[in-house]
């Protein structure tokens, strides 16, 4: 039994009240308390309860199908493979982050259900609002794939791609548990409550202008606001059994968060607990969370367990620690995988709230959007600026603040405009006389650093290359000035003096290093961003003066043009000769 706890580890990313992360990782533990069926659940609760009041820390979690031990009247699907409860006693913490050490490889992820399955139980959970058993429910589905290598190398990427404030690790040696949660069930500190449901989905725009349209359609959005409103309601009423009486507040409502690929609704409940409240009580009034079975709880839940195909088990139950100065933080685990070690199988839950209002459509899409994050292999990069500084004085330096400042909101980065400013004009002042292309960059932490380059001589008519292949413009990083560059540097010709770009539609787009400019008829054209193109500050400019226009350019006009040049703030016009075109 002590070989098998020492191959145990847990890692938690939780944010704390104040939005600071402090990483706890958890080794060694002195013992394991778990629950295989549902009259143990309460008792290794209350041993957990004896461990933290005997200045231990427990981590762990409760899988969905623990339910029933809080009410009986819970229904949930049988079959759970997974224990019911799992905790790990240990003695402290350490406070650092798990580090992954080798590769890892998954293969594609394949939906347990079906369209045409998904329909009909959409259909079911009309005919059962309908007939008012239902308000609301949350139906999931399961994503299954098999996976060898490091479960942490996952655990990072996933990470990386969701951004998330509540990501939480699990080893319990026969299952590994990777959460990338963005929703905190509760957090217990001081003898208060929060809890800060999340309900309400919108996916992420390409651009910072289709991106804030997305968000604004998610915030005023009926269908989602009466959803996120009918969880806080249930959550006030299941906060109500431990609260205070008249302590329950709402101090947020409807709040809009990013994530890398999605949008969501999140409002804040808080409460004031009644003296002596222990771990058993909380659960008890809020497990499982109301967020993830829908309204009412109980006649919804025996909905759940009747058009899933499969348990849920650790996916949408709670994942945490608490400590020995009774603070605990639970997420929910959504955007959760759960790996078995032993067969390599894979498994991540996914669903949304289903009202008298959605479409099987609608929501499949939705499904579509939070899994998404799963392909999504998003390295660390920062935001870049390249800017022209001419004897001291920079060309467009406002407009590319303005285009830093969009991207630094599209990815959450911190931006302090005159920080940058000032960073800049300090470079300037360093280099008076001369040409000089500087680049600033902004990174995740918001760390920025400006550094000053030479600009080589620009050959007479360079010859340019045309891709061989399209880019996707669904990607997100064609409209954003970064370093991930791995879109453009695929598509790269060595001895070529750039690569002119193409969509999947056969659209023009851009070159790898500045904007498409064509001369067709006398009039100077530019593709417009929707192709998929970064919106560079100098081919603005020249929009705006009305010295070039937009429309859309197909491959075919490559051969009506009479000049091509590519255009950027660094080297301005460039007129180029193109040396190929597609075959075929």
């Given at each position: 039994?002590?070989?098998?706890?020492?191959?145990q580890?847990?890692?938690?990313?939780?944010?704390?009240?104040?939005?600071t992360?402090?990483?706890h990782?958890?080794?060694n533990?002195?013992?394991v308390?778990?629950?295989?069926q549902i009259?143990?659940v309460?008792?290794?609760?209350?041993?957990?309860?004896?461990?933290?009041?005997?200045?231990?820390?427990?981590?762990?979690?409760?899988?969905?199908?623990?339910a029933?031990?809080?009410?009986?009247?819970?229904r949930?699907?049988?079959?759970?493979?997974?224990?019911l409860?799992?905790?790990?006693?240990?003695?402290?913490?350490e406070?650092s982050?798990?580090?992954?050490s080798?590769?890892?490889?998954?293969s594609?992820?394949?939906?347990?259900?079906?369209?045409?399955a998904?329909?009909?139980?959409?259909g079911?959970?009309?005919?059962?609002?309908?007939?008012g058993?239902?308000?609301?429910t949350?139906?999931?589905?399961?994503?299954?794939?098999?996976?060898?290598?490091?479960?942490?190398?996952?655990?990072?990427r996933?990470?990386?791609?969701?951004?998330c404030?509540y990501?939480?690790?699990?080893n319990?040696?026969?299952?590994?548990?990777?959460?990338?949660?963005p929703e905190?069930?509760?957090?217990?500190?001081?003898?208060?409550?929060?809890?800060?449901?999340?309900?309400g989905?919108?996916k992420?725009?390409?651009t910072?202008?289709e991106?804030?349209?997305?968000?604004?359609?998610?915030?005023h959005?009926?269908?989602?606001?009466?959803?996120?409103v009918?969880?806080?309601?249930?959550l006030?009423?299941?906060l109500g059994?431990?609260?205070?009486?008249?302590?329950?507040?709402?101090?947020k409502?409807?709040?809009?968060?990013?994530?890398?690929?999605?949008?969501?609704?999140?409002?804040?409940?808080?409460?004031d607990?009644?003296?002596?409240?222990?771990?058993i009580?909380?659960f008890?009034a809020?497990?499982?969370?109301?967020?993830?079975?829908?309204?009412?709880?109980?006649?919804?839940m025996?909905?759940?367990s009747t058009?899933?195909q499969?348990?849920r088990?650790?996916y949408?139950?709670?994942?945490?620690?608490?400590?020995?100065?009774?603070?605990a933080?639970?997420?929910?685990?959504?955007r959760?995988?759960v790996?078995?070690?032993?067969?390599?199988n894979?498994t991540y839950?996914v669903?949304?709230?289903?009202?008298?209002?959605?479409?099987?459509?609608?929501?499949?899409?939705?499904?579509?959007?939070?899994?998404?994050?799963?392909?999504?292999?998003?390295?660390?990069?920062?935001?870049l600026?390249?800017?022209?500084l001419?004897?001291?004085?920079?060309?467009?330096?406002?407009?590319?603040l303005?285009?830093?400042?969009?991207?630094?909101?599209?990815?959450?980065?911190?931006?302090?405009?005159?920080s940058?400013?000032?960073?800049?004009?300090?470079?300037?002042?360093?280099?008076?006389?001369?040409?000089?292309?500087?680049?600033?960059?902004?990174g995740r932490?918001g760390l920025?650093?400006?550094e000053?380059?030479e600009?080589?001589?620009?050959?007479?008519?360079?010859?340019?290359?045309?891709?061989?292949?399209?880019?996707?413009?669904e990607?997100p990083?064609?409209?954003?000035k970064?370093?991930?560059?791995?879109v453009?540097?695929?598509?790269?010709?060595?001895?070529s003096?750039?690569?002119?770009?193409?969509?999947?539609?056969?659209?023009?787009?851009e070159?790898?290093n500045?904007n498409?400019?064509?001369?067709?008829?006398?009039?100077r054209?530019?593709?417009?961003?929707t192709?998929?193109?970064?919106?560079?500050?100098?081919?603005e400019a020249?929009?705006e003066?009305?010295?070039?226009r937009?429309?859309?350019?197909?491959?075919?006009?490559?051969?009506s043009?009479?000049?091509?040049?590519?255009?950027?703030?660094?080297?301005?016009?460039?007129?180029?000769?193109?040396v190929?075109?597609?075959e075929?």
């Open positions: 039994m002590r070989n098998e706890c020492r191959q580890v847990l890692s938690f990313e939780y944010a704390s009240a104040d939005g992360v402090v990483p990782t958890f080794r533990p002195v013992k308390i778990r629950a295989e009259n143990d309460i008792p290794a609760l209350r041993s957990v309860q004896e461990a933290v009041d005997a200045g231990l820390y427990a981590a762990g979690f409760l899988s969905y199908e623990a029933p031990a809080f009410d009986p009247a819970y949930v699907k049988e079959g759970h493979s997974m224990p409860l799992w905790f790990g006693i240990f003695a402290e913490p406070y982050t798990l580090r992954s080798g590769p890892f490889a998954v594609d992820w394949k939906p347990d259900t079906g369209e045409q998904y329909r009909e139980a959409i079911t959970i009309k005919q059962a609002i309908e007939s058993e239902t308000y609301q949350n139906y999931t589905i399961r994503l299954l794939s098999q996976f060898r290598g490091d479960e942490v190398a996952l655990f990072e996933m990470k990386r791609a969701q951004a404030s990501s939480a690790y699990i319990t040696g026969e299952h590994a548990v990777l959460s990338a949660s905190l069930f509760f957090r217990v500190k001081d003898g208060r409550i929060t809890a800060r449901p999340m309900k989905t919108a992420r725009g390409k910072s202008e991106d804030h349209s997305f968000a604004q359609w998610l915030a959005s009926e269908k989602n606001r009466a959803e996120n009918m969880i806080v309601d249930l006030r009423n299941d059994r431990i609260a205070k009486t008249g302590s329950v507040k709402v101090p409502l409807f709040e809009i968060e990013r994530y890398p690929t999605v949008h969501q609704m999140t409002s804040t409940v808080e409460a607990l009644e003296a002596g409240t222990d771990l009580d909380v008890g809020l497990f499982p969370c109301g967020s993830i079975t829908g309204a009412p709880k109980v006649s919804t025996d909905l759940i058009i899933e499969a348990p088990e650790v949408c139950g709670a994942i945490g620690f608490i400590t020995p100065e009774r603070e933080v639970f997420n929910v685990p959504i959760t995988v790996i078995d070690r032993a067969s390599g894979a839950g669903g949304g709230g289903i009202t008298w209002d959605s479409t099987s459509e609608e929501e499949y899409g939705e499904i579509l959007a939070k899994s998404s994050f799963l392909e999504l292999d998003r390295p660390e990069f920062s935001l600026e390249s800017l022209l001419e004897d001291g004085c920079y060309f467009l330096k406002e407009a590319h303005d285009r830093m400042s969009r991207s630094a909101r599209y990815f959450g980065f911190p931006f302090d405009r005159e940058v400013s000032e960073k800049l004009e300090q470079m300037a002042d360093k280099q008076p006389e001369g040409h000089y292309k500087i680049r600033c960059l902004l932490d920025l650093s400006v000053a380059q600009i080589a001589a620009t050959p007479r008519l360079p010859e340019v290359t045309l891709a061989v292949r399209p880019v996707d413009r990607d990083f064609l409209y954003h970064t370093t991930h560059r791995a453009y540097e695929e598509h790269a010709v060595p001895g003096f750039d690569v002119l770009l193409w969509n999947q539609d056969g659209k023009l787009t070159f790898i500045g498409l400019v064509l001369e067709i008829g006398g009039r054209w530019t593709p417009p961003v192709a998929g193109l970064l919106a560079g500050t100098y081919r020249l929009l003066q009305g010295i070039i937009e429309r859309e350019l197909d491959l075919s006009d490559l051969e043009s009479t000049r091509i040049w590519m255009i950027n703030s660094v080297r301005k016009w460039v007129e180029v000769r193109l190929n075109k597609l075929g």
